[in-house]
């Protein structure tokens, strides 16, 4: 069964700084990877998706994640972050074998922006 | 276009009880998915359907159970409420339900059991 590990509960970054939020997913095939944010009250708003070809991808708002293989990873970076990026995110691994749309979520990773 | 809606936003049930939480998906979109967030667990996927069957299932007891309309609303019931159904539930909605279609999900329903 797919998994995926996202390492950092909780991630404090400076306004203006970079940021990076791991994930490792596991899968027995190509995965289709997602990310999506969640603010408070609020439902999920995906970010950014891969599916194949160009292992970096860009999302909205800014963000930008690059696919790994050899690492199983699929990291999300952003360059400048701004306070109202503080959020949940969470990494998701799809059945790209099944067809079937069911996601398979991280435990998410709290990103606090400290001005 | 109006996006996935859930009602209601909340919900205070005490234990023992049933309850039935309702999504209405994005127009045009056939798929819709639930999920339960809790903070020990996560998301978790509960089931899909489409097209009004059930194509999917998460590993969940049978005291979840959900239906799909014709005009694909979907509905979510939890019989004999337990504490630990305590969580936010969150429909997602998508246009065919494949693994490559973008899945909106709706602000969700948080229910708290007593």
């Known amino acids: 069964a797919q998994s995926v590990t996202q390492p950092d509960i909780h991630i404090t970054v400076s306004e203006g700084a970079s940021l990076e939020l791991r994930c490792n997913y596991s899968y027995g095939a190509t995965p289709y990877l997602f990310w999506y944010v969640q603010s408070p009250g609020q439902g999920l708003q995906l970010l950014l998706k891969y599916f194949s070809g160009d292992t970096l991808v860009q999302g909205i708002k800014g963000f930008e994640a690059e696919f790994k293989r050899s690492q199983s990873s699929f990291n999300l970076r952003k360059p400048s972050v701004h306070w109202s990026d503080a959020a949940e995110y969470f990494c998701a691994v799809g059945e790209a074998v099944s067809g079937y749309s069911t996601l398979t979520f991280g435990k998410g990773t709290m990103l606090l922006v400290s001005p | 276009k109006a996006g996935v809606t859930q009602t209601p936003r909340y919900l205070i049930k005490t234990r023992g009880q049933q309850v039935t939480l309702s999504c209405s998906p994005i127009s045009g979109h056939r798929s819709v998915s639930w999920y339960q967030q809790t903070p020990g667990q996560g998301l978790q996927f509960l089931f899909e359907y489409f097209s009004e069957t059930q194509r999917n299932k998460g590993n969940f007891p049978g005291r979840f159970s959900g239906r799909q309309f014709s005009n694909s609303r979907s509905e979510m019931n939890v019989s004999t409420l337990e504490l630990g159904d305590s969580a936010l539930y969150l429909c997602?909605?998508?246009?065919?339900?494949?693994?490559?279609?973008?899945?909106?999900f709706g602000p969700g329903t948080r229910l708290t059991v007593l």
């Open positions: 997602a909605s998508s246009f065919l339900g494949q693994s490559t279609d973008t899945q909106y």
